[in-house]
């Protein structure tokens, strides 16, 4: 998922639910079959960390 997926998921999706203790999908990818679902009253943080596709060796 792009950065910028998650901002229109982020927007459309959870925001406006924010206070409902109904369940959501989160969007997955890559893993066929699987997916995950939150109640967005209970969300207190989210991290998101970036994914680097290049040769940079990291130590």
Request: charged residues 20%; hydrophobic residues 40%; aromatic residues 18%.
């Given at each position: 998922?792009?950065?910028?997926e998650f901002q229109k998921w982020?927007?459309?999706e959870l925001v406006?639910?924010?206070d409902s203790?109904?369940?959501?999908?989160?969007?997955i990818r890559n893993i066929q079959g699987e997916y995950m679902v939150l109640r967005p009253a209970s969300v207190i943080a989210i991290r998101v960390?970036?994914?680097?596709?290049g040769s940079v060796e990291r130590i």
């Open positions: 998922m792009t950065i910028q982020y927007s459309n406006p639910k924010a203790r109904d369940f959501i999908n989160v969007p960390e970036p994914v680097f596709f």
